[in-house]
C-alpha cells in the first residue's frame, strides 16, 4: 500500500518551488522603495537649502560687521570731511564717501543679497537683506551698532540703524 499526496498539497508544493524560482521585485515593492528615497530627498534637499541660507546670512553679517572699524579709520583719515556725502546701492556709488570707498566695496561684492551704504559727514550706515527671513536685514552703523531691523526700514535714506 503506498502512501499519496492529497491533490491540494501538490498544488501547493508546486507554487512554492515556482515562488522560489522567480527573482526580482514586484511593481508595489519598486513604486514604494522609489516613493521612500523620494521623500527622503526632499527632506534633506529642504534642510540642505536652510543651512545654505543660514551661512549666506551670517557671511552678510560678517561682511558688514567689518565695516564698523573700517568706518572708524576713514572717518580719523578724513578729518574735517568725516565720512563724506554718498551712498552705495546694490554697488552704484555716487558721491565721494565712505560708502564708496574700497573698503564698503570689496564688502558689498561679497554680499549677493539686496544692499544699501549711506553715509553723511557725520554717520553712515550699511544693511543687506537677509536669505533665511527675506522681511529681515542686518544693519551696522558708524556708533558701532550691528543688529537685525526689518528690511522696509533697510533704504538707500539709512543712515543709522533704526531701532525695532
Known amino acids: 500500500m503506498s502512501y499519496s499526496q492529497p491533490e491540494h498539497c501538490i ?13 526580482g521585485f514586484t511593481l508595489i515593492e519598486l513604486l514604494v522603495t522609489i516613493a521612500i528615497i523620494a521623500i527622503l530627498s526632499a527632506i534633506i ?5 536652510q543651512y545654505i541660507n543660514k551661512s549666506k546670512d551670517a557671511a552678510i ?9 573700517a568706518g572708524e579709520v576713514y572717518y580719523d583719515h578724513n578729518g574735517v ?25 570689496n564688502s558689498f561684492s561679497q554680499i549677493t543679497s539686496t544692499r544699501y551704504c549711506n553715509a553723511t559727514t ?11 527671513d ?14 537685525e531691523i526689518l528690511f522696509s526700514d533697510c533704504s538707500s535714506a539709512i543712515t543709522i540703524c533704526p531701532d525695532n
Open 134 to 147: 527675506e522681511s529681515k536685514a542686518f544693519c551696522v552703523d558708524s556708533r558701532g551698532i550691528k543688529k
Open 45 to 49: 534637499l529642504f534642510s540642505i537649502i
Open 81 to 105: 570731511d568725516g565720512y563724506g556725502q554718498g551712498s552705495n546701492i546694490n554697488g552704484d556709488i555716487s558721491g565721494n564717501s565712505f560708502c564708496g570707498s574700497s573698503v564698503t566695496a
Open 122 to 132: 557725520n554717520a553712515w550706515a550699511a544693511c543687506a537683506q537677509e536669505f533665511t
Open 11 to 23: 498544488t501547493v508544493s508546486k507554487r512554492l518551488k515556482y515562488n522560489k524560482m522567480q527573482k
Open 61 to 69: 553679517s560678517g561682511n558688514l560687521s567689518i565695516l564698523v572699524p
